[in-house]
């Protein structure tokens, strides 16, 4: 080899390493940051062991063309991201921050039931002492439906004849409720959106959407308060009101065995 091409070697040869691997940081880079954000592993209340799923920024179409006329009119509603529980708030989690179970159908690992709104508005704000923030709280009805949906446009996220692996519902006597988590869970990793307990919201109850906001908080003008939303059906609830656009309603200061809430946390 002649000196001047190992001058040319010695200078030429790293600089083509190093656009190299320029190239290949530019086409690996950007699949490796999607991939990074796909398996982001969510959140956890360590104080009370339970998993969230952090529900991403999105839009999509609230309500239902088939079912109840509270369901219409449909609209388009858009929202940030935000965390939401995996499951449904158990009876060992509600102990743990309250001191006593009130639930009917008393399992560590079944939700909790038997509680009110107002009582789980206790509940998050000791959550939030003891954790020293102010995030934990419900989700807004229109999170909690486009959680269910999770980015689907049906009446399940995931074929009606699939319904019992997905919900426990459609129960009569007294059943009652069984420990969160035993059924599949939805494309976001959500398990008993649909069946077991009725979900508590944030939302003041109105008879239709008429008015109703399209940013995905919740909806507390225009409404006597005295009632509040529930989402998703119960355990002896018939199918069609297990749907992802089903709405439910009850006094916020009287329980029921049906009702029990999953947890929200602001990012």
């Known amino acids: 080899m002649s ?12 600089v083509i390493i190093v656009l190299l691997l320029a190239v290949v940081l530019t086409v690996l880079l950007p699949s490796l940051q999607a991939e990074k954000i796909k398996e982001e592993p969510g959140f956890i209340v360590e104080s009370l062991n339970l998993p969230m799923a952090i529900i991403p920024a999105g839009r999509f179409t609230m309500g239902g063309r088939d079912g109840s006329a509270n369901e219409r009119p449909q609209r388009q509603v858009k929202l940030g991201a935000f965390y939401l529980g995996k499951t449904e708030v158990t009876q060992a989690q509600w102990v743990a921050v309250m001191g006593s179970n009130p639930s009917l159908y008393k399992h560590p690992k079944r939700p909790v039931d038997q509680v009110t709104w107002i009582q789980v508005q206790e509940f998050i704000q000791r959550l939030n002492e003891h954790e020293e923030t102010t995030k934990y ?8 439906e486009y959680a269910a949906r999770s980015g689907t446009t049906t009446s399940y996220s995931f074929p009606k004849n699939e319904l019992a692996k997905f919900a426990w519902y459609g129960h009569s006597g007294n059943v009652g409720t069984r420990p969160v988590g035993q059924r599949q869970r939805n494309a976001w990793g959500l398990a008993d959106m649909h069946g077991n307990v009725w979900e508590w919201v944030e939302d003041c109850w109105h008879d239709n959407y008429t008015d109703a906001p399209s940013d995905g908080r919740a909806w507390t003008e225009q409404a006597d308060c005295a009632s509040r939303v529930l989402r998703g059906g119960a355990w002896n609830s018939e199918s069609q009101y297990v749907r992802s656009a089903t709405r439910g309603s009850y006094v916020a200061d009287m329980n029921d065995a049906g009702n029990g809430f999953r947890l929200a946390r602001s990012l």
């Open 137 to 144: 709280r419900l989700p807004t009805e229109a999170e909690w």
């Open 3 to 14: 000196s001047a091409s190992k001058v040319w070697f010695q200078l030429g040869f790293p």
